[in-house]
């Protein structure tokens, strides 16, 4: 009678998370480093289709200073096959690096050479005000994310920007603008600030932005950056 009942737990437990993982896919955000003089980063997100379960990877080089992507800095690739049994879709991040070394070898790319976290969230923050400490610099940081949406459905639009706060001992209050306000994305219903991170030596500033979109089971989660040159 035990092992009757603890058998049908272990199935109830894999319908429950077959569940959740059909809701939506999530991916996972991969830092993949700097350029030698700091004005180039990089970095990848990958995971496996919930629908198709065919692992799909993106690799981005992101202009630091110009918040944007470099001319050609964007490349997906999505296999034509599903994972198979235990794997975690990762080759699809391995296969997309392996086929853009000339990518990231024009800019001189040292996977070794990452940023430092100055923040990260394990679980969204709502949009609330975040904040944070540079310990080597001695600043202080407030962000505060701001979304804007329009319509709905299909025809959802929405935007967002976060307004940082930079202060400290001997530091005059500085605010900036991160982002691009006037740019409307279509069906990402929220946006949330999950890490911060800083450039080895000039103090730029990344934030990776969570973001989510609706499918017919749940939400798709993805990843992107905004970049912002601090004086």
């Known amino acids: 009678m035990v092992q009757r009942k603890s058998l049908s737990l272990v199935i109830a437990l894999l319908v429950f998370c077959a569940g959740h993982l059909w809701a939506g896919d999530t991916a996972t955000f991969v830092d993949l480093g700097f350029s030698p003089d700091e004005k180039v980063y990089v970095f990848a997100q990958h995971g496996?289709?919930?629908?198709?379960?065919?692992?799909?990877?993106?690799?981005?080089?992101?202009?630091?200073?110009?918040?944007?992507?470099?001319?050609?800095?964007?490349?997906?690739?999505?296999?034509?096959?599903?994972?198979?049994?235990?794997?975690?879709?990762?080759?699809?991040?391995?296969?997309?690096?392996?086929?853009?070394?000339?990518?990231?070898a024009r800019y001189g790319i040292n996977f070794l050479q990452q940023g430092q976290p100055l923040y990260i969230s394990p679980e969204r923050a709502e949009q609330a005000p975040i904040e944070f400490r540079d310990f080597q610099t001695g600043a202080t940081y407030r962000a505060s994310l701001t979304q804007q949406s329009e319509g709905?459905?299909?025809?959802?639009?929405?935007s967002f920007h976060i307004i940082l706060e930079k202060t400290g001992p001997g530091i005059a209050k500085q605010s900036y603008i991160v982002g691009s306000p006037q740019l409307r994305r279509r069906l990402i219903t929220s946006y949330d600030i999950r890490k911060v991170i800083r450039t080895p030596q000039d103090g730029a500033l990344i934030f990776v932005i969570e973001t989510r979109k609706p499918n017919d089971r749940g939400f798709d989660i993805r990843y992107m950056v905004e970049t912002i040159k601090l004086d």
């Open 152 to 158: 709905s459905g299909n025809n959802l639009l929405s």
């Open 48 to 104: 496996v289709e919930a629908l198709t379960l065919r692992p799909w990877a993106d690799l981005a080089v992101v202009d630091v200073s110009r918040n944007d992507f470099i001319p050609g800095g964007r490349v997906s690739f999505t296999h034509s096959q599903p994972v198979g049994p235990g794997q975690d879709g990762s080759g699809a991040l391995y296969r997309i690096l392996s086929q853009n070394t000339t990518l990231t």
